[in-house]
């Protein structure tokens, strides 16, 4: 038997890299996928790979940053497959690397709210469905960014440290209603998130890019998704608020 048989699986930024990865395994185990980017059409091309490998999915435009379209997201979701039994908090941008001293207000509220904000919104939403069935599982897709100082600016350094501290208090405040929550924390991975990094901050990109001859080797989106089905399924059931560094040895320097 697959491991997500009969499951429902919500992923955000499932039109490409770690997301469509996650999506696409998750399909092929059984679960019915709910594939949410804000590129609609990246995310309708993940459902029709999932189609040819025989499995379910839907595609929904959502902009994470966007309570009205969590909000509809969830709503889309529940008319479509009735229940969520799994959510993937995948969304995310970069910063441009610049220090608390140089960040702007700007960029700050941009990547707090897709990287932190959303993250707590889509919990929100699936808490209440989890408790109604006494189980589900939250998968938080955080960084090596948020265990240490050097990876990225304050920006998103903070934002992504934060999205730890919200997964350990979940797993923990919701533990006993058979709801687990855990993150996983990436090193470097082949994706298209360096897209989202804009105007890059001399100082703070010197800064951050000189302990890349630190890292092993680049990973690939699919090392990720196997984590995210382990932490998923039942194999990990007494795994809990925890935090799975898949990194290939990075930040056991």
Not at 73 to 86: H, K, R, Y
Not at 110 to 129: D, G, K
Not at 164 to 187: D, F, H, M, V
């Amino acid at each position: 038997m697959n491991k997500l048989e009969h499951k429902i699986a919500i992923v955000t930024g499932a039109a490409s890299g770690m997301g469509k990865a996650i999506a696409l395994l998750y399909a092929q185990e059984g679960a019915k996928v709910v594939v949410s980017d804000m590129n609609l059409e990246g995310a309708q091309a993940t459902v029709e790979e999932i189609h040819s490998l025989k499995g379910e999915a839907i595609a929904v435009m959502t902009n994470v940053s966007r309570e009205e379209d969590v909000k509809n997201l969830f709503d889309l979701t529940l008319e479509a497959f009735g229940s969520v039994d799994i959510l993937v908090n995948n969304a995310g941008i970069m910063d441009n690397m610049s220090a608390v001293g140089d960040v702007t207000d700007e960029l700050w509220e941009r990547v707090l709210a897709v990287n932190t904000t959303s993250v707590m919104r889509t919990m929100r939403r699936a808490i209440p469905i989890f408790q109604g069935k006494g189980s589900g599982a939250i998968i938080n897709i955080a960084s090596v960014g948020g265990l240490r100082g050097g990876n990225a600016g304050a920006a998103y350094t903070a934002s992504k440290h934060a999205v730890i501290g919200l997964t350990k208090s979940t797993g923990y405040q919701y533990a006993k209603e058979g709801i687990r929550c855990n993150a996983i924390a990436p090193g470097a991975v082949k994706t298209n998130i360096s897209s989202t990094m804009n105007n890059l901050d001399a100082r703070g990109s010197q800064l951050c890019r000189a302990g890349m001859n630190l890292i092993p080797r680049l990973g690939e989106a699919s090392e990720i998704a196997a984590a995210a089905l382990f932490l998923a399924s039942d194999d990990a059931s007494f795994v809990n608020g925890a935090v799975l560094t898949v990194d290939g040895g990075q930040t056991a320097y």
